[in-house]
Protein backbone atom coordinates (compact mmCIF):
# COMPACT_ATOMS: atom_id res chain seq x y z
CA UNK A 1 0.00 0.00 0.00
CA UNK A 2 1.43 3.36 -0.65
CA UNK A 3 1.89 5.87 1.66
CA UNK A 4 -0.56 8.64 1.53
CA UNK A 5 -0.65 11.31 -1.06
CA UNK A 6 -1.28 14.01 0.97
CA UNK A 7 1.97 13.21 2.74
CA UNK A 8 4.19 12.96 0.14
CA UNK A 9 2.69 15.90 -1.75
CA UNK A 10 4.09 17.67 1.47
CA UNK A 11 7.80 16.14 1.94
CA UNK A 12 8.50 15.67 -1.96
CA UNK A 13 10.26 19.00 -2.51
CA UNK A 14 13.02 17.35 0.48
CA UNK A 15 13.54 14.54 -1.50
CA UNK A 16 17.56 13.63 -1.73
CA UNK A 17 18.23 16.03 1.41
CA UNK A 18 18.87 15.91 4.89
CA UNK A 19 15.90 16.01 7.13
CA UNK A 20 14.94 15.82 10.75
CA UNK A 21 13.29 11.99 11.08
CA UNK A 22 10.81 11.63 14.11
CA UNK A 23 9.97 7.56 14.68
CA UNK A 24 7.24 7.03 17.12
CA UNK A 25 6.70 3.77 18.21
CA UNK A 26 3.47 2.52 19.30
CA UNK A 27 3.13 2.72 22.90
CA UNK A 28 0.46 2.41 25.92
CA UNK A 29 0.34 6.16 25.38
CA UNK A 30 -0.17 5.97 21.75
CA UNK A 31 -2.00 3.23 20.98
CA UNK A 32 -5.72 3.87 20.54
CA UNK A 33 -7.08 1.02 22.21
CA UNK A 34 -4.83 1.99 24.94
CA UNK A 35 -2.80 -0.36 27.50
CA UNK A 36 -4.84 -3.95 26.13
CA UNK A 37 -3.83 -2.58 22.74
CA UNK A 38 -0.40 -3.13 24.13
CA UNK A 39 -1.12 -6.30 26.12
CA UNK A 40 -2.71 -7.56 22.88
CA UNK A 41 0.80 -6.79 21.16
CA UNK A 42 2.76 -8.00 23.95
CA UNK A 43 6.49 -8.35 25.72
CA UNK A 44 7.83 -8.67 22.15
CA UNK A 45 6.67 -4.71 21.42
CA UNK A 46 7.94 -3.60 24.96
CA UNK A 47 11.84 -5.05 23.43
CA UNK A 48 11.19 -3.49 20.42
CA UNK A 49 10.99 -0.04 21.86
CA UNK A 50 13.92 -0.63 24.04
CA UNK A 51 15.92 -2.12 21.55
CA UNK A 52 15.46 0.80 19.15
CA UNK A 53 15.76 3.19 22.10
CA UNK A 54 19.31 2.09 23.06
CA UNK A 55 20.04 1.72 18.47
CA UNK A 56 19.14 5.68 18.06
CA UNK A 57 19.25 6.85 21.34
CA UNK A 58 15.29 7.73 21.48
CA UNK A 59 13.13 7.64 24.54
CA UNK A 60 9.75 6.27 25.37
CA UNK A 61 9.91 5.00 21.92
CA UNK A 62 10.35 8.17 20.05
CA UNK A 63 13.41 7.81 18.11
CA UNK A 64 14.66 11.14 16.66
CA UNK A 65 17.35 11.68 14.07
CA UNK A 66 18.88 13.51 10.92
CA UNK A 67 18.99 11.47 7.90
CA UNK A 68 19.33 11.97 3.96
CA UNK A 69 15.99 11.40 2.61
CA UNK A 70 14.72 9.15 -0.98
CA UNK A 71 11.41 8.82 -2.20
CA UNK A 72 11.21 5.19 -3.73
CA UNK A 73 8.46 4.96 -6.53
CA UNK A 74 6.84 1.30 -5.95
CA UNK A 75 3.14 0.67 -7.62
CA UNK A 76 2.36 3.97 -8.09
CA UNK A 77 3.02 5.05 -4.94
CA UNK A 78 6.17 5.42 -2.82
CA UNK A 79 8.00 4.40 0.14
CA UNK A 80 10.88 6.25 1.99
CA UNK A 81 14.38 5.48 2.37
CA UNK A 82 16.75 7.40 5.36
CA UNK A 83 20.52 7.01 5.41
CA UNK A 84 22.09 8.25 7.98
CA UNK A 85 26.29 7.69 8.84
CA UNK A 86 25.58 8.19 13.02
CA UNK A 87 24.39 4.54 13.80
CA UNK A 88 25.05 0.75 12.82
CA UNK A 89 21.41 0.46 11.64
CA UNK A 90 21.82 3.36 9.09
CA UNK A 91 19.11 2.33 6.70
CA UNK A 92 15.93 2.97 7.73
CA UNK A 93 12.89 2.50 5.10
CA UNK A 94 8.99 3.18 5.74
CA UNK A 95 6.38 1.88 3.72
CA UNK A 96 2.94 1.33 4.61
CA UNK A 97 1.77 -2.76 3.77
CA UNK A 98 -1.69 -3.82 2.45
CA UNK A 99 -4.29 -3.76 3.46
CA UNK A 100 -3.85 -1.03 6.07
CA UNK A 101 -5.06 -1.55 9.76
CA UNK A 102 -7.22 1.19 10.85
CA UNK A 103 -8.40 0.69 15.28
CA UNK A 104 -10.66 3.34 16.34
CA UNK A 105 -10.38 5.49 12.70
CA UNK A 106 -6.88 5.98 13.62
CA UNK A 107 -4.13 4.96 11.02
CA UNK A 108 -2.07 2.19 12.49
CA UNK A 109 -0.65 1.26 9.03
CA UNK A 110 2.96 2.16 9.30
CA UNK A 111 5.66 -0.21 9.50
CA UNK A 112 9.74 1.00 9.82
CA UNK A 113 12.87 -1.31 8.57
CA UNK A 114 16.14 -0.41 10.50
CA UNK A 115 19.41 -2.32 9.01
CA UNK A 116 22.83 -1.54 8.17
CA UNK A 117 22.62 0.05 4.73
CA UNK A 118 23.61 -2.59 1.90
CA UNK A 119 24.35 -2.65 -2.26
CA UNK A 120 21.07 -3.67 -2.80
CA UNK A 121 19.02 -0.17 -0.85
CA UNK A 122 21.86 1.70 -2.52
CA UNK A 123 20.53 0.42 -6.29
CA UNK A 124 16.89 1.29 -5.53
CA UNK A 125 18.14 5.19 -4.91
CA UNK A 126 18.26 7.38 -8.16
CA UNK A 127 19.05 10.94 -6.10
CA UNK A 128 21.21 9.71 -2.96
CA UNK A 129 23.35 6.93 -4.27
CA UNK A 130 26.34 8.63 -4.64
CA UNK A 131 26.09 10.19 -1.17
CA UNK A 132 26.66 7.33 0.69
CA UNK A 133 28.44 3.58 0.57
CA UNK A 134 26.53 0.27 1.93
CA UNK A 135 27.58 -0.53 5.39
CA UNK A 136 29.90 -3.61 6.53
CA UNK A 137 28.25 -3.76 10.07
CA UNK A 138 26.93 -6.55 11.28
CA UNK A 139 23.99 -5.46 13.36
CA UNK A 140 20.47 -7.05 13.36
CA UNK A 141 18.12 -5.39 11.55
CA UNK A 142 14.73 -4.69 13.30
CA UNK A 143 11.30 -4.49 11.12
CA UNK A 144 7.68 -3.82 12.66
CA UNK A 145 4.36 -1.70 12.81
CA UNK A 146 5.01 2.10 14.37
CA UNK A 147 2.75 4.99 15.30
CA UNK A 148 3.67 7.98 13.16
CA UNK A 149 6.68 9.64 11.32
CA UNK A 150 7.37 13.15 10.88
CA UNK A 151 9.53 14.72 8.74
CA UNK A 152 10.77 17.98 9.50
CA UNK A 153 7.72 18.10 11.83
CA UNK A 154 5.12 17.09 8.67
CA UNK A 155 3.05 14.25 9.98
CA UNK A 156 2.22 11.29 7.75
CA UNK A 157 -0.81 9.56 10.38
CA UNK A 158 -2.81 12.69 12.03
Known amino acids: MQ ?17 RLTIVQITKDNHPMGQIGIMMM ?15 NGKNGIEEMEATMELIEVDGGYHIIFVTN ?16 TIGGVDMSLWWSSHPLTQHELDKTKVIKTKF ?17 MINGIRHCV
Not at 86 to 101: G, K, V
Not at 133 to 149: G, K, N, V
Request: hydrophobic share 30%; net charge negative; proline share 6%.
Open 42 to 56: GEEQANRINNADKQY
Open 3 to 19: LKKEFIDKVIHLNGEKV
Open 86 to 101: SFDCNCIEIFRPDPPM
Open 133 to 149: QASSSLTEAACHPIREI
